[in-house]
């Protein structure tokens, strides 16, 4: 799920979902009503600038949610694509897997604790100025806050995956079984249930009292569902190609651009002979970048004869660009699977190169490995 960026945070970016926006008008607009008949006897303004700064902070516990999630990840050496705010709250991106059943246990408590947390700040601040006899509506705000983060909290330690509670199950049986697709297969067979009952139920609401009242549990029951049954092809996937060695599925390659040369030549000479959607650029016999075929567009045709390939190259991330030939696939899943990254270097033992290995390679390994219904 993608979204307009919006700003990032500790490297990670955060996006907003078109249906944000959505949810974001029906939140202000029930807010207000609710402040309103709360506290009649405040000015509709107090009432309406409530519903709005209400609506906006929760959608701040929900980042703030997201992020305690992300920032544990990376300490466990996880690397966080984006975090989406959308209709149902927000969901963190990550490139791969948590390393071991215990920091999968701590990454998923962190998100419900944080949540507990902002809940008992939001309803001691509202019962601090309740004390006070201050404002009625900022109370009312207050207090609505801490209710959400505490259902917020409960909700997501249901044990239906990919909810935190899944993830903990899923955590524990890993932690007993030693066997993580096992445990993925009962976590998401947990949350495909979750969503099903949900969806009963907003069938059930929708026949008792309208689309409208059963359709956000309709819409949660089907999301949850989707989810659930992509988590488990993804780690059916990924657990299938970490038996594959990269060299099985990366095209061999000996030789890289030199830096110095034109973009012209660079193109006739290693691009359009070799069909090659990327090279990687050498300096004096070192890997220092890899030049994409997409960053042509950036040049008019005319340029390339003056454009060097060290001024479009992409320089060398190593522990984003390059993996080891003796790696496997479901490394090189973590590496591609996010999207950004078009293609990775491979390198031998004493880092010559030996290969390029693009998304098109790896999914035709996922067929290949994992069965077609897997590469989807």
Not at 140 to 154: D, K, P, S, T
Request: hydrophobic content about 55%; glycine content about 10%.
């Amino acid at each position: 799920m993608r979204g307009w960026r919006i700003f990032s945070i500790a490297g990670i970016d955060v996006e907003i979902n078109y249906s944000w926006i959505f949810i974001l008008v029906m939140l202000v607009l029930a807010l207000t009503t609710e402040f309103a008949i709360a506290v009649p006897e405040a000015p509709a303004w107090q009432a309406q600038l409530g519903g709005l700064l209400a609506a906006l902070a929760l959608f701040g516990c929900i980042l703030a949610h997201e992020l305690a999630h992300s920032l544990t990840a990376m300490r466990y050496g996880i690397s966080v694509a984006r975090i989406t705010l959308f209709l149902f709250g927000g969901v963190a991106q990550t490139r791969s897997e948590a390393p071991s059943a215990t920091s999968e246990v701590v990454i998923a408590a962190v998100g419900p604790v944080s949540s507990l947390l902002l809940a008992a700040i939001f309803l001691g601040m509202g019962a601090g100025l309740e004390h006070l006899a201050l404002n009625e509506v900022a109370v009312a705000a207050l207090r609505r806050l801490g209710y959400i983060n505490a259902l917020l909290a409960g909700f997501n330690l249901l044990p239906a995956f990919p909810l935190d509670g899944g993830r903990l199950l899923r955590a524990a049986l890993w932690e007993w079984w030693g066997d993580l697709l096992r445990s993925t297969r009962v976590a998401t067979t947990m949350g495909r249930l979750m969503g099903l009952s949900l969806f009963m139920l907003g069938a059930y609401e929708t026949l008792r009292h309208g689309f409208l009242y059963g359709l956000w549990f309709l819409a949660l029951g089907w999301l949850l569902s989707g989810a659930a049954a992509q988590a488990y092809q993804a780690t059916r996937l990924r657990e299938a190609l970490r038996r594959v060695p990269v060299y099985r599925a990366m095209q061999p390659l000996t030789f890289a651009v030199p830096a110095d040369v034109s973009l012209f030549a660079a193109v006739h000479q290693y691009l359009m002979p070799y069909r090659l959607p990327a090279i990687p650029v050498a300096d004096d016999g070192l890997l220092i970048g890899l030049l994409k075929a997409d960053v042509l567009r950036r040049y008019p045709e005319a340029m390339w004869y003056h454009v060097r390939v060290r001024e479009a190259m992409a320089p060398l991330e190593v522990d984003q660009t390059v993996l080891p030939v003796g790696a496997d696939l479901g490394q090189a899943l973590d590496r591609l699977g996010g999207g950004e990254q078009k293609c990775l270097i491979v390198v031998g033992p004493d880092g010559s190169l030996a290969g390029l290995l693009t998304q098109e390679m790896l999914m035709g390994a996922a067929h290949a490995y994992g069965g077609p219904g897997l590469a989807t």
